[in-house]
């Protein structure tokens, strides 16, 4: 390992902005080995972390933080929280609200499938996933799959949204898909956010917490995985839904067929 990834890390464990439960503060080893256990900030992020009521909004794979702090600063009376496992990542994020002193960010370092633990019921208004991995081929693992989205439906709030911005052609059909295999009520569908679609997306209102400023954030706020992309020409993605769902989520009819060209590039670009 790096001195400057080792420094980062030792930086990481002085910002207070950022919260890095070990395993064995998430996991229920003496029930079950894998079974997740609740978080003592679990329900209480408003009260305890926040100090306030204002909405909270969650960003899964965040990466250096970029969108997080960007919803931030554009949305002072929302609190943003933006998960990772990779903490050389988070330090950039971390560091930067620690530095300009943003009391409406937080981030958490650790796996997306310990998210039960950390979120309680109706805690949270809205999530984003930005350029998340498409999980080619695993569905289970597909942060906009049946297995996820029932984990989102036990913290988000009724009407609560999920936002998915990506390259991936492949997670964005089947995430559309997937909402209207199991009628979820599609807010806004986006083939080519920066092309096409941009005009048609102005005069929306894609947040419910965020309003018209969430029109802004979504061509103005730009991840570093999305810069990159753009770059090299990819088109980007959206596509946001409210997750309210009776009974379990149905996977949708898939042909995996029409995405094998993607499948074989899925990982040609490597950013670290």
């Given at each position: 390992m790096?001195?400057d990834?080792l420094?980062?890390?030792r930086e990481?464990e002085?910002?207070?902005c950022?919260v ?9 080893r ?8 609740d978080h003592?900030l679990?329900?209480?992020w408003?009260?305890d ?23 931030a600063?554009n ?12 903490g050389a ?5 971390a ?8 009391r409406n ?19 949270i208004?809205?999530?984003w996933?930005t350029f ?5 081929g695993r ?8 297995l ?5 439906r036990s913290f988000l709030k009724?009407g609560?949204?999920?936002?998915l911005?990506t390259?991936?052609p492949y997670?964005h059909?089947?995430?559309k ?9 599609i ?5 080519d956010?920066?092309?096409r ?24 706020v730009q991840?570093?995985?999305e810069k ?6 990819y088109?980007i993605?959206y ?11 149905l996977s ?7 995405y ?7 990982f040609?670009?490597?950013?670290h």
């Amino acid at each position: 390992m790096g001195k400057d990834k080792l420094r980062k890390f030792r930086e990481n464990e002085t910002f207070a902005c950022l919260v890095q439960p070990s395993a064995d503060e998430l996991l229920d080893r003496e029930n079950g080995g894998g079974a997740v256990k609740d978080h003592s900030l679990k329900g209480r992020w408003a009260r305890d972390f926040f100090e306030n009521d204002n909405p909270i909004v969650v960003e899964l794979g965040c990466g250096k933080g970029d969108y997080t702090i960007g919803l931030a600063l554009n949305n002072p009376d929302v609190n943003f929280i933006g998960i990772d496992i990779k903490g050389a990542r988070l330090w950039k994020g971390a560091k930067y609200a620690t530095e300009h002193n943003l009391r409406n960010v937080a981030f958490i370092r650790t796996r997306i499938e310990f998210i039960t633990a950390l979120f309680g019921e109706g805690e949270i208004s809205e999530i984003w996933i930005t350029f998340a991995d498409p999980q080619i081929g695993r569905e289970k693992k597909r942060l906009t799959g049946p297995l996820f989205l029932e984990r989102y439906r036990s913290f988000l709030k009724k009407g609560g949204i999920v936002h998915l911005k990506t390259d991936s052609p492949y997670l964005h059909h089947y995430s559309k898909a997937m909402a209207e295999q199991n009628s979820l009520e599609i807010l806004a569908c986006a083939s080519d956010l920066y092309g096409r679609d941009r005009e048609s997306l102005k005069h929306s209102v894609l947040s419910s917490v965020c309003g018209e400023k969430s029109v802004e954030a979504l061509f103005n706020v730009q991840t570093f995985y999305e810069k990159h992309f753009l770059a090299q020409g990819y088109k980007i993605t959206y596509l946001s839904f409210r997750i309210d769902h009776d009974g379990g989520y149905l996977s949708p009819e898939w042909d995996e067929d029409l995405y094998k060209e993607e499948n074989h590039q899925a990982f040609a670009i490597q950013v670290h």
